[in-house]
C-alpha cells in the first residue's frame, strides 16, 4: 500500500499548509506545531506568539519526502480517540473502564470566554468558609465528633458564584501537636461546598481551606487533555554506525504521511509509537526520553493560573478557623455531620508521626528496625521517581545497605542495593513509557507487569509500585489500562506466591507553577489516584496513602516529598512487611478510645 508522492505537487502542498498554518497562528496567537513548517514568518509568529515550547531539545527533520502508509489510526471506536491509540480491552475490561469514566466525573465547568478575563471566574480572596456549629448538645466539640466546615465561593466581582467545579483542598491541623488530617470536600453544585473533618486529637484545631483551581482552569485542564494529549514530547534516538536520527514518539501521534515505527509490547499489549527514522530501520532505535513541552493556551489564558491570586490560594474564615476539641465523650455517639458523609480516612499525623485508621498499626523504625524487619528479605521497587525516593531513602539511612551500581542514569536506574550480612537486596525499576526522564536505554525500558511475571515472590519479598505523574497529560484510558495490565500481574503473582507483600503508592499533592499545572495538575492527579485506588480495591494488596500523607502534613506540596514524609511512608511499608505480634482490633467508625487512635 505504498504510494510515491512526485516533488512538485508535494511543495504545493507544503506551500499551502505553511501558508495556512502562518494565518492560524496570527489569528490564535497560537502555535500549530504539527506542521514543522520553516520560515521566518513562522519563527517569529512564534516568538510572537504567546506559546512557548519548553526544554525542546531536538528538531526532527520531516521534510516529508518518503512513503505514505495506510492512516495509522483506527476506526474501531474502541481503538482510538482523537489520534491517540488505545490497548483493545476485554468485555469485562472496557465495561470496568466506563464504571472507572463514570466514577470520576467531575461537575460541569464554565465555557470560557475568548479573550479570558477573570472577573467571573472563581477569587479565593472573596470567598470564605465558616465553621457550622457543632451538632451536639453543649455546643462543644469532643475527639470523635464530626466538624463541618461551609464553604462560600464568589468571583473576582464579588458576586457569588453559581455553580460548581472548583478543586478544593480542605485540612486540619495543629503545629504545635504535629496533627494534621485531611478533610473531605463535598461539591454542592451552587457555588457553595461543604469539608468535612473527623476530629481525631484533644486541643485546638485549625481548619485550612485551599483552592487549587477554579472551575474555570478545570475547563481548560480538560480541553488541554482533549485537544493535546500529545503536548509533553517524547523523542526517541536512532542510531546504526554513523548514522543516527531522532524521531517523536508517542501513544498519541497526530496521523500524518509519514511511516511509523510499532513498539507496542507483545505481552501486555501496552501500545507505543515512533516516526520511523529515514535513513534507518525501526529496529536501530536505542533510547526513549522527554524532548520537550507545548504550551499552546489562547490569549490570557494563563491567568488562570497565577501562584497567589487563583492557584493553590488559601480561602480565608469568615468567623474563627478553629475549634478546640475535648476529650471523648464516653457513652454517647459521636456528633456526625449534618452531611452526614463518611470521611474513609487512611490516617492522620499526631506528633509528626502517621498514624493508620485502616487496620496495621504503624510503627516506627529507626535503622537497626529497618535492617531487623527487612532481614532475609528482597524489596522491588517499581515506578516512577517518587518510588525512586523510597530506594534513595533506605541507601541513606542503612549504612550497610551497599548501592550496586553500574553506571545507572541517577534518574533512571535501574538500581540494586544488598545489605550482605543482613541478606537484604533493594532493587528499583522506573516504569514503561511515557516516562518524562531524561534518556532511558531501550534495554531498560520495562513494563512493570512484565516484570512482576519475572519475580518469584513469596513470604520474604515486598513488591512496592508507584505509577502515576507521567500519565496525566494523556487521556485516562491509557492510565486505566496501563494499570489494568499491572494488576492481571499482581493477581498472577499473588496466585502463585500468596505470602508476598504488594504495596501501591498512591499519587502525592505537588507545588504547582504555571508548567507543573499543564504537564501533571493535582486535578490531574486527583482523578488517577481515584482510578488507582478503585482498581486495587479488594486485592490483598495495601496501600501507601500519598495523597493523605502529603495532604495533612504541615510541610508544602511537593512532588517528591520531604524526607519527613517519606519517613512515615517507610514506616507505613515496613509496618505491613513486619507486624506487630499483638493484633489490635481493627478500627471501626462507630467509636474511638484514646487507644485506638494513639493518643495517650
Ligand atoms: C513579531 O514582533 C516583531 C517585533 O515586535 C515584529 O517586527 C514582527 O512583525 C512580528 N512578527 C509577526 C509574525 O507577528
Ligand atoms: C532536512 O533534510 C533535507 C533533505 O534530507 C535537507 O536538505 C535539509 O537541510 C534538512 N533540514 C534540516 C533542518 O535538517
Ligand atoms: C526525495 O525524492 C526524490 C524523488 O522522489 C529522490 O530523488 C530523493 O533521493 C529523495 N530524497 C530523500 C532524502 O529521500
Ligand atoms: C447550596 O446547596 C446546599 C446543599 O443543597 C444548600 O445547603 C445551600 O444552602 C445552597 N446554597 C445556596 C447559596 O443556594
Ligand atoms: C495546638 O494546640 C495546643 C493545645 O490545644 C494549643 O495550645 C496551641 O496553641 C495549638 N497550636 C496551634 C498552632 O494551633
Ligand atoms: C502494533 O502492533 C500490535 C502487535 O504487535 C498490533 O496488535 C497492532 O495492531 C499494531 N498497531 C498498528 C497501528 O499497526
Ligand atoms: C483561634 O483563632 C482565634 C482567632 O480566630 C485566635 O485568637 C486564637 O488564638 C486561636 N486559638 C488557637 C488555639 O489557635
Redesign the pocket.
Known amino acids: 500500500m505504498k504510494v ?4 512538485p505537487k508535494y511543495s504545493t502542498i507544503f506551500l499551502f499548509l505553511a501558508l495556512a498554518a502562518t494565518i492560524f497562528v496570527l489569528r490564535h496567537m497560537e502555535v500549530l506545531q504539527w506542521f514543522e513548517v520553516s520560515g521566518s514568518k513562522l519563527e517569529q509568529a512564534r516568538e510572537n506568539s504567546t506559546s512557548k515550547e519548553i526544554m525542546f531539545q531536538h528538531e526532527v527533520n520531516s ?1 516529508i ?2 512513503t505514505i502508509i495506510v492512516p495509522r489510526v483506527s476506526t474501531v471506536p474502541d481503538m482510538h480517540q482523537g489520534f491517540c491509540t488505545f490497548k483493545p480491552l476485554s468485555l469485562k475490561d472496557a465495561q470496568e473502564e466506563r464504571l472507572l469514566l463514570e466514577s470520576i466525573t467531575w461537575p460541569e465547568t464554565p465555557v470560557l470566554p475568548d479573550p479570558l478575563s477573570l472577573e467571573k471566574t472563581t477569587d479565593p480572596a472573596h470567598s470564605n468558609f465558616i465553621i457550622l456549629p457543632p451538632q451536639r448538645e453543649g455546643g462543644q466539640w469532643h475527639v470523635g465528633d464530626q466538624l463541618e466546615v461551609r464553604i462560600n465561593m464568589y468571583d473576582f466581582e464579588g458576586h457569588p458564584k453559581k455553580s460548581g467545579g472548583d478543586f478544593l483542598l480542605a485540612r486540619l491541623h495543629n503545629l504545635t501537636l504535629g496533627a494534621g488530617v485531611a478533610g473531605h470536600v463535598v461539591d454542592h453544585l451552587n457555588g457553595s461546598y461543604s469539608a468535612v473533618f473527623t476530629l481525631l486529637w484533644e486541643g485546638s484545631a485549625q481548619v485550612q481551606v485551599t483552592l487549587v483551581h477554579p472551575s474555570e482552569a478545570v475547563t481548560l485542564l480538560r480541553r488541554l487533555s482533549n485537544e493535546q494529549p500529545d503536548r509533553v514530547r517524547f523523542q526517541s534516538i536512532f542510531r546504526s554506525g554513523p548514522i543516527s536520527e531522532t524521531t517523536f514518539c508517542n501513544v498519541c501521534l497526530r496521523p500524518t504521511q509519514l511511516p511509523v515505527c510499532n513498539y507496542t509490547d507483545v505481552r501486555t499489549g501496552e501500545p507505543w509509537f515512533c516516526f520511523k527514522p ?1 535513513k534507518l530501520s525501526c529496529g536501530a532505535r536505542i533510547n526513549h526520553f522527554m524532548g520537550g513541552f507545548i504550551q499552546k493556551l489562547k490569549k490570557k489564558e494563563e491567568n488562570l493560573f497565577q501562584s497567589g491570586v487563583n492557584m493553590k490560594v488559601p480561602i480565608r474564615a469568615s468567623g474563627p478557623g478553629n475549634v478546640t476539641v475535648l476529650p471523648k465523650k464516653e457513652g454517647q455517639p459521636e456528633a456526625k455531620s449534618s452531611s452526614s458523609l463518611k470521611s474513609g480516612l487512611s490516617g492522620y499525623y499526631y506528633q509528626g508521626v502517621w498514624r493508620s485508621l485502616v487496620a496495621t498499626t504503624v510503627r516506627q523504625f529507626n535503622p537497626p528496625a529497618i535492617s531487623q524487619c527487612l532481614k532475609g528479605k528482597v524489596v522491588h521497587l517499581y515506578g516512577d521517581s517518587t518510588i525512586r525516593q523510597w530506594f534513595e531513602h533506605l541507601i541513606a539511612v542503612l549504612p550497610d545497605l551497599k548501592e550496586i551500581n553500574l553506571h545507572s542514569h541517577r534518574q533512571v536506574g535501574p538500581f540494586q542495593a544488598l545489605d550482605y550480612a543482613n541478606n537484604i537486596l533493594v532493587t528499583y525499576r522506573c516504569h514503561g513509557p511515557p516516562i518524562r526522564f531524561s534518556s532511558v536505554p531501550i534495554s531498560e525500558l520495562r513494563y512493570i507487569a512484565n516484570e512482576l511475571d519475572d519475580v518469584k515472590g513469596g513470604t520474604d519479598t515486598v513488591i512496592v509500585i508507584g505509577i502515576w505523574s507521567h500519565f496525566s497529560t494523556f487521556p485516562i484510558e491509557v492510565y486505566i489500562r496501563r494499570l489494568q495490565s499491572i494488576r492481571r500481574a499482581v493477581v498472577r503473582l499473588l496466585d502463585r506466591a500468596p505470602g508476598t507483600l504488594v504495596v501501591i503508592r498512591t499519587a502525592n499533592l505537588k507545588a504547582l507553577g504555571l508548567y507543573e499545572t499543564l504537564t501533571n495538575s493535582d486535578w490531574y492527579s486527583l482523578l488517577r489516584d481515584k482510578v488507582l485506588r478503585a482498581m486495587f480495591k479488594g486485592l490483598n494488596v495495601h496501600l501507601v496513602d500519598a495523597w493523605e500523607m502529603t495532604l495533612a502534613h504541615y510541610l508544602p506540596h511537593s512532588l517528591h516529598p520531604q524526607p519527613p514524609i517519606i519517613k512515615n511512608m517507610i514506616d507505613v511499608i515496613l509496618s505491613y512487611a513486619c507486624p506487630q505480634r499483638v493484633t489490635r482490633r481493627l478500627f471501626d467508625w462507630g467509636g474511638f478510645t484514646n487507644e485506638d487512635v494513639g493518643i495517650h
Open positions: 510515491s508522492l512526485c516533488l521534510s519526502n518518503t529515514k
